[in-house]
T-cell receptor, first 118, second 113 residues
Framework: GAVVSQHPSRVICKSGTSVKIECRSL??????MFWYRQFPKQSLMLMATSNEGSKATYEQGVEKDKFLINHASLTLSTLTVTSAHPEDSSFYICSASYVRQGETYEQYFGPGTRLTVT | DAKTTQPPSMDCAEGRAANLPCNHSTISGNEYVYWYRQIHSQGPQYIIHGLKNNETNEMASLIITEDRKSSTLILPHATLRDTAVYYC??????????????FGPGTSLSVIP
């Protein structure tokens, strides 16, 4: 149980275009989802926290107008990279919060999306 | 969340136990020790967590010192598939859905044939 999927797994786009990445919780409802970015040989960096039906909370230094997050349902959050540039090329990973045993929340991670901007 | 310190890299011979240390000297009383790993180009995978007692599951064992200032993740019989970056994280166990997981640099474990 507690499976998180991402689509697409890989995407290549041209500079200046926008690309949307989907994160789905397959067998549970996730009130909260998180988006991370990871550059080569670096650790995961939290970008934003998204709660269903409300605006996302962005970490310091993350441009909210560039990385649009929508969490319209309890099983789907999307990250749209607008006007992508080569420096946005990265590995994007989402996670979803799932309550275990009715009392504590744990995070389950998706497989990641590799974005390459040419 | 308290910070952790891990060695940047370690090697382990295949079939031997891999012992990955983590220092968390500023851990608070209500913070848990979590371990995740990330195999290259995949999402992080939960391994184990504990508060103060030693824990064991099908993947690994977690040994936490009595003063809780450090811990060791043990992979009892390392295989090549255990080659990954291992992250030690201390955090309050989520009472709300928006409690974050913040990753440090981790330890890159290489299992050698």
């Amino acid at each position: 149980g507690a499976v998180v999927s991402q689509h697409p797994s890989r995407v290549i786009c041209k500079s200046g275009t926008s690309v949307k990445i989907e994160c789905r919780s397959l067998d549970f409802q996730a009130t909260t989802m998180f988006w991370y970015r990871q550059f080569p040989k670096q650790s995961l960096m939290l970008m934003a926290t998204s709660n269903e039906g409300s605006k996302a909370t962005y970490e310091q230094g993350v441009e909210k107008d560039k990385f649009l997050i929508n969490h319209a349902s309890l099983t789907l959050s999307t990250l749209t990279v607008t006007s992508a540039h080569p420096e946005d090329s990265s590995f994007y990973i989402c996670s979803a919060s799932y309550v275990r045993q009715g009392e504590t929340y744990e995070q389950y991670f998706g497989p990641g999306t590799r974005l390459t901007v040419t | 969340d308290a910070k952790t310190t891990q060695p940047p890299s370690m090697d382990c011979a295949e079939g031997r136990a891999a012992n990955l240390p983590c220092n968390h000297s500023t851990i608070s009383g209500n913070e848990y020790v979590y371990w995740y790993r990330q195999i290259h180009s995949q999402g992080p995978q939960y391994i184990i967590h504990g508060l103060k007692n030693n824990e064991t599951n099908e993947m690994a064992s977690l040994i936490i010192t009595e003063d809780r200032k450090s811990s060791t993740l043990i992979l009892p019989h390392a295989t090549l598939r255990d080659t990954a970056v291992y992250y030690c994280i201390v955090r309050v166990r989520g009472k709300t859905s928006y409690d974050k997981v913040i990753f440090g640099p981790g330890t890159s474990l290489s299992v050698i044939p």
